[in-house]
T-cell receptor, first 114, second 109 residues
Framework: GAGVSQSPSNKVTEKGKDVELRCDPI?????LYWYRQSLGQGLEFLIY????????KSGLPSDRFSAERTGGSVSTLTIQRTQQEDSAVYLC????????????FGQGTRLTVV | QKEVEQNSGPLSVPEGAIASLNCTYS??????FFWYRQYSGKSPELIMS??SNGDKEDGRFTAQLNKASQYVSLLIRDSQPSDSATYLC?????????WGAGTKLIIKP
């Protein structure tokens, strides 16, 4: 596609439920990042995928968070047993990858846990 | 721990003046540097990339890089109220991006 696409744009879920957030990167981009941004705060790195390499999961805040990237393209971020502190905007970005790290962001998914 | 530091602001600049935003980084081998603009409630948008020491100009924006001193700056000339946003500095470190916390810029009409 022309840009990074994220879905859904907004998600309201009840505490304790699982949620899946989707990111469709720019075609041909091998690198994909997930970030979390709470209101008025900076970007919190969650996970980084580069091609077929093992992902860098060092930013995932707990074992309730996981992500996968199928076929080197679409990625899904899953949050299990959601908590109120998980409420934030989840941003996905992609770049060409090694040697070119200009990253382009999707519009984000605003997650609200009630 | 690789770090990117920015003054959080807010930085208040009169309309028509030059806004100067600064960023320092810790990874001496970084080769790629980026400035992003983020409006409230929106995603970050890439506005400048710089790879070599010196200045790079694009319209009203000039990015400046000094690898020896490990800083990168963004100048915005003829500042407009529409430039009011948070500006994020990002630095490539081992092919991942390390982000500053951002500087909030307010342009006063």
């Amino acid at each position: 596609g022309a840009g990074v696409s994220q879905s859904p744009s907004n998600k309201v879920t009840e505490k304790g439920k699982d949620v899946e957030l989707r990111c469709d990167p720019i075609s041909g981009h091998t690198a994909l990042y997930w970030y979390r941004q709470s209101l008025g705060q900076g970007l919190e790195f969650l996970i980084y995928f580069q091609g077929n390499s093992a992902p860098d999961k060092s930013g995932l805040p707990s074992d309730r968070f996981s992500a996968e990237r199928t076929g080197g393209s679409v990625s899904t971020l899953t949050i299990q047993r959601t908590q109120q502190e998980d409420s934030a905007v989840y941003l996905c970005a992609s770049s060409h990858g090694t040697g070119n790290t200009e990253a382009f962001f999707g519009q984000g998914t605003r997650l609200t846990v009630v | 721990q690789k770090e990117v530091e920015q003054n959080s602001g807010p930085l208040s600049v009169p309309e028509g003046a030059i806004a100067s935003l600064n960023c320092t980084y810790s990874d001496r081998v970084s080769q790629s540097f980026f400035w992003y603009r983020q409006y409230s409630g929106k995603s970050p948008e890439l506005i400048m990339s710089i790879y070599s020491n010196g200045d790079k100009e694009d319209g009203r924006f000039t990015a400046q890089l000094n690898k020896a001193s490990q800083y990168v700056s963004l100048l915005i000339r003829d500042s407009q109220p529409s430039d009011s946003a948070t500006y994020l500095c990002a630095v490539d470190s081992n092919y991942q991006l390390i982000w500053g916390a951002g500087t909030k810029l307010i342009i006063k009409p």
